[in-house]
DNA sequence: TATTGTTATACTCTATAACTATA
DNA sequence: TATAGTTATAGAGTATAACAATA
């Protein structure tokens, strides 16, 4: 059997051992698949498709929670909110109890949008069937929970 | 028990299933650790660390094959090599056998530099031992091994 | 005084097109 | 004609400091 690439395998030498280099090389694969299968047709970037599904799974947040669930510092999630509310997804709406902090709300078309996507993850998750057994799967998700910050 | 936060646990709904969701938020941890153990007190970045340590498990390279390794574009990876060439770890040569294309050397001091970061990976790792079992660190990143892209 | 969110700004990271020199 | 590498440039992504409004 001749192997595909003309040149040799690269040695990973120290880099075999460390986890942080094994997911940035996993992400490369999630980053693709997720580009087609949402990223293109739905326009949405990663973060804003990660918080348009916690607004249809949660119901409004505020920025505030938004931000530590998805790891955005105060300014950088402002203008994220920005852009979507240019594109009528979402709303800010004053909060009663604390006139400091706000509910980002859904709007109809930013409902519509999430459900779209939510619709697609189980496509797109399933391109990794080729990779990973459903136990793998489920296995991996596990392992990166433990990993995950709390 | 009390929780430690007054704010109920977000609800990820979709997201749940989602690999890549799980990679980044892992990532997170990964990071924070790679930036005090290496990329703090080395002053280097991800990527910069990782080539360096393929140039010091593999000897001299070409630009192409460590593009490849590390999914940078030719043009983001000549700016990366100027980078590290400005501050004297690594040098280029052109190739004897082909002469369009270069051999990335590391220099003396890129390779103490190498030795020094190849050294810091173990206490770097030693850090996830409160979220994972040794068993589990070696399970998780042969799934990952699965995911990556070949 | 502390907290929520915003503005302004700069810096890093990544992507694309056009170019050169060699093959 | 194709390939290795570079240059130029623009667009995303991320980080920090200063600020306004409210608690």
Chains 1, 2 share one sequence.
Not at 41 to 68: D, I, Q, T, W
Not at 97 to 112: K, P, Y
Request: overall charge positive; aromatic content about 2%.
């Amino acid at each position: 059997m001749i192997s595909r690439t003309e040149t040799p395998q690269l040695s990973l030498g120290a880099l075999e051992d460390i986890l942080g280099f094994h997911l940035a090389t996993a992400t490369v694969t999630t980053m693709d698949t997720f580009e087609r299968h949402v990223g293109t047709p739905l326009n949405l970037r990663k973060v804003e498709y990660s918080l348009l599904l916690l607004l249809l799974a949660n119901g409004p947040l505020a920025p505030k929670r938004l931000g530590r669930a998805l790891a955005l510092s105060a300014p950088n999630l402002t203008l994220l909110l920005d852009r979507l509310q240019q594109r009528d997804l979402i709303r800010r709406e004053r909060s009663e109890s604390d006139r400091r902090s706000h509910n980002i709300v859904l709007t109809d078309e930013g409902r519509q949008l999430a459900e779209t996507g939510a619709q697609a993850a189980d496509p797109m998750e399933r391109e990794l069937d080729s990779r990973l057994t459903r136990a793998e799967r489920l296995m991996l998700i596990e392992l990166l929970r433990k990993v995950a910050a709390r």
